[in-house]
Structure formats: C-alpha cells, structure tokens
C-alpha cells in the first residue's frame, strides 16, 4: 500500500530539547516536503526536497533543518525547539518536482513544545 | 511571494443545497491551482488540480473549479452537498519555480441536516 508515514503522531517536548520528526514514503517519489499547520493560517511550507541531498526552504525556515541522505526518508529536526513551534506537522511527498502532480500528504505530528 | 485568500472561513450549509468556497490568489506569473480537502484528524487529499486547458476543472466528490486568470480566482463549487462533505477545505498556489506551494488559511465547511 502506498503510503507516507510520520513518527512520531505526537510529541509533547519542553523548551531547548532537541527533536526529530521522521518522514518515510514507499512510492519512490523525487519530492518531498514538509509543512506546518496553524488555525487560522493554513498550511505553510517550511521545507521542500527535489531530490537526495538537494533541499531548499520554503516560506517559514527558521528554527528547521531538514536533510534528504536516502530517496524515501526526509526527516525535520528541531535543533532547539521553541514554544511558538507548537503546531501540526505535515510531511507531503509528489513523484517529480517538475510534474506538478498531486502531493500525498502523511497523517500529521501534532507537537507541543512547553 | 504568492499569496492565497479565502475569503470565508467558515460556511454553513444545508444538506442538498449547493455550495461555492471562494479562493483568490495573487501572482504575476504562470500558475497550478489545487483544492485540497481535510476530515478530522487526517492529512489533506488532493479534490482537483488546474494546470493548464480547459478552465473548468471536474474534481472527486461531485466537486468543480473554474479557474479565472482576470479576476485570479478559482472558486470551488459542488450543486448538491452531502452530510459527508464537512470538511475543512484549502485552496493552494504553486508558480514561478513550481517547488514552492502557498496555502490559503482554509474554509470549514458545515453541512447541516
């Protein structure tokens, strides 16, 4: 079944502690990227992948890293996490970033950082 | 920067009833036009897609756009909804390099009996 997959679905964490959120697709899809969620704020992206090892940000960067080192997985790492991160984290995967073909959006990590 | 307006955040509707979700966006440039939708306590799933042709887009779910470059609108429309339909729904912009998509704030969607 094709699928994306998001671990973990949610995380309480406090203030400074490092975090990673992991993303894993099984459609062997070149795009990968990743969103938050905020009421009242749709979905903004933080950052995209058009491939391995070739990312690049999207609108809300700060406070992200991401890296792209195999094709399925593409992970979100929170260096040191801050209150105003708190929010619903999607993953979305699309199978070129040049086909402009639907993207699959995983379930989402609701994170809350105290 | 592209941006995405939807104008109503929430609308109430009575089941049977037809429904316009409102979606403006502004851009100098070529653009795709998506309408996502979202159940609770899910991801989004992609409803339709304009990339280019014909303006009128047909979609899942008895849902249609039409895509109007001079008023940059691409309204979302459905002539009989269903207690099935509530949902939040999102309209997206993708343009200039096409790796950046923009999101409009979403519009909750309450069919009522």
């Known amino acids: 079944e094709a699928q994306v997959t998001q671990n973990p679905r949610y995380l309480i964490t406090v203030t400074g502690k490092k975090l990673t959120v992991t993303c894993s697709q099984n459609m062997n899809h070149e795009y990968m990227s990743w969103y938050r969620q905020d009421p009242g704020l749709g979905l903004r992206q933080i950052y995209y992948s058009m491939n391995v090892e070739v990312t690049d940000k999207g609108d809300v960067p700060e406070g992200y890293k991401v890296s792209r080192k195999e094709k399925r997985n593409f992970p979100l790492i929170l260096e040191s996490p801050s209150p105003n991160q708190t929010s619903l984290y999607f993953c979305?995967?699309?199978?070129?970033?040049?086909?402009?073909?639907?993207?699959?959006f995983g379930p989402g990590t609701r994170l809350t950082v105290t | 920067a592209q941006s995405v307006t939807q104008l109503d955040s929430q609308v109430p509707v009575f089941e049977e009833a037809p429904v316009e979700l409102r979606c403006n966006y502004s851009?100098?440039?070529?653009?795709?036009l998506f309408w996502y939708v979202q159940y609770p306590n899910q991801g989004l799933q992609l409803l339709l897609k304009y990339l280019s042709g014909s303006t009128l887009v047909k979609g899942i779910n008895g849902f249609e756009a039409e895509f109007n470059k001079s008023q940059t609108s691409f309204h979302l429309r459905k002539p009989s909804v269903h207690i099935s339909d509530t949902a939040e729904y999102f309209c997206a912009v993708s343009a200039g390099n096409f790796n950046k998509f923009y999101f409009g704030s979403g519009t909750k969607l309450n069919v009522k009996p």
């Open positions: 979305a995967t699309q199978p070129s970033s040049g086909s402009h073909r639907e993207q699959y």
């Open positions: 851009s100098s440039v070529s653009v795709y």
